[in-house]
């Protein structure tokens, strides 16, 4: 199947600093990457849609500003957290859509980011 | 609103059946998925149903009844290490994947 990387896998930062996580689809050309944040015992809440060489669709209260997104390739969508704070610890997720739009099923193995 | 269903926790025993239902209202649709998630790591695919019936695939099955609104995951034989949450998602009319809160698996020796 599909393979999806997610780099890094745990991220401690200082409050105010920024983070950069990295999704890459190894195997196929991604034209469409989706980011999820999950806080503990909770389901997956989807913050944005980002597709290749476009701006993300945000969901609705997802700060735009506070979290970057850039598709610049078919293969590579990062999301930058700026300005971190205690409460954007959670562990966040990326999936990557595969060429058979019906089978999105391939996620990057998370990001598990505190903020200390 | 869109909105799914499922049990936030069950309970089973090693070797045992469980049946894990999810019942779903979306605007659309557009298939079934389940996934697994082992606490801290990301979900893992198991099945996708957009057809009625039953999709076996090994010790899982997956069935869904679209008219009712309902799917259910049947996992046999059930070992030690499907101790995990399982994710119940449809895709709506926009391709959007709506999840619902996961049913927690506790499987007992």
């Known amino acids: 199947g599909a393979v999806v990387s997610q780099h890094p896998s745990r991220v401690i930062c200082k409050s105010g600093t920024s983070v950069k996580i990295e999704c890459r689809s190894l195997d196929f050309q991604a034209t469409t990457m989706f980011w999820y944040r999950q806080f503990p015992k909770q389901s997956l809440m989807l913050m944005a849609t980002?597709?290749?060489?476009?701006?993300?669709?945000?969901e609705q209260g997802v700060e735009k500003d506070k979290f970057l997104i850039n598709h610049a390739s078919l293969t590579l969508s990062t999301l930058t957290v700026t300005s971190a704070h205690p409460e954007d610890s959670s562990f966040y997720i990326c999936s990557a859509r595969a060429p058979d739009r019906n089978t999105e099923a391939f996620f990057g193995q998370g990001t598990r980011l505190t903020v200390v | 609103g869109q909105n799914i269903d499922q049990p936030t926790e069950m309970t089973a025993t090693e070797g045992a059946i469980v049946q894990i239902n999810c019942t779903y209202q979306?605007?659309?649709?557009?298939?079934l998925f389940w996934y697994q998630q082992h606490a801290g790591e990301a979900p893992t695919f198991l099945s996708y149903?957009?057809l009625d019936g039953l999709e076996e695939k090994g010790r899982f099955s997956s069935f869904l009844s679209r008219s009712k609104g309902y799917s259910y995951l049947l996992l046999k034989e059930l070992q030690m290490k499907d101790s995990a949450s399982y994710l119940c998602a449809v895709m709506d009319s926009n391709y959007q994947l709506i999840w619902g809160a996961g049913t927690k698996l506790i499987i007992k020796p």
């Open positions: 979306t605007s659309g649709f557009n298939g």
């Open positions: 149903n957009v």
């Open positions: 980002s597709n290749e060489g476009s701006k993300a669709t945000y």
